[in-house]
């Protein structure tokens, strides 16, 4: 299956270069552009791209903005790609439904594999964000369990272990290990996890386990 692939960004040159490494792929197209947040709201639902790379700061409607708008309304798996490593620029991202968060000078075997990646359901954040991100979330206080408890409601006690892992760190086969369970079971719970909390992705669903105090950062 050939991957849809919309580029985002208000530099033409940039999305020049990005053309020609994501078209250089056999499994890849480049089906739509955009200059900007609000031409990519406007344009894509009928271009109807797998995934979108998708810039931060833009004129008008930024890609924050943007990504919200297109993940809200379209299937469509967003990789935010920004010049600025910033902490808040990561979580605005996340929240937003961003699958995948990568600066623009990652190598383009690091863009290739993110473009995959997100394209088969998992997410990516850039290297040098990913050890800040957890540092930021592990100086967090001890969430207060309110009413976002909700969320996790329809998880049954199963689903609620593999959360927890989940929001651990571990992979679908160190969960196997530690639940003493089949892959296929793990990854059949880790789907419904997904599906009842409404996550897009691994990283969603982890974000909800901080949130309603299913896990505590200093834990």
């Known amino acids: 299956m050939t991957i849809r692939v919309a580029l985002v960004d208000d530099q033409q040159l940039i999305r020049a270069g990005f053309r020609m490494v994501v078209d250089s792929q056999p ?8 200059g900007d947040g609000a031409d990519a709201v406007a344009s894509l639902a009928q271009a109807a791209p797998d995934v979108v790379l998708m810039d931060i700061r833009m004129p008008g409607m930024d890609g924050i903005a943007a990504c919200e708008a297109l993940t809200a309304t379209s299937e469509a798996r967003v990789v935010i790609l920004t010049t600025f490593d910033l902490d808040e620029y990561v979580l605005a991202a996340i929240r937003a439904g961003a699958s995948g968060f990568l600066l623009k000078d990652a190598p383009p075997e690091d863009l290739l594999a993110a473009i995959r990646t997100v394209h ?3 997410a990516v ?3 040098s964000s990913t050890r800040r991100l957890l540092d ?8 207060v369990p309110t009413d976002a408890d909700a969320r996790l409601a329809d998880l049954t006690d199963r689903e ?4 927890k892992l989940m929001a651990q760190g571990l992979s679908n086969h160190e ?3 530690e639940l003493v369970l089949a892959e296929p079971t793990v990854k059949t719970h880790v789907g419904r996890v997904l599906a009842k909390l409404g996550a897009r992705d691994r990283v969603q669903a982890v974000i909800v386990a901080y949130e309603t105090g299913l896990v505590a950062p200093h834990a």
Not at 27 to 33: S, T
């Open 160 to 163: 609620r272990e593999v959360l």
């Open 175 to 177: 969960i196997c290990t």
């Open 120 to 122: 088969a359901g998992d």
């Open 136 to 143: 930021r979330v592990a100086s967090l206080p001890d969430p």
């Open 125 to 127: 954040i850039a290297p």
């Open 27 to 34: 499994d890849m197209e480049v089906v739509a552009e955009a």
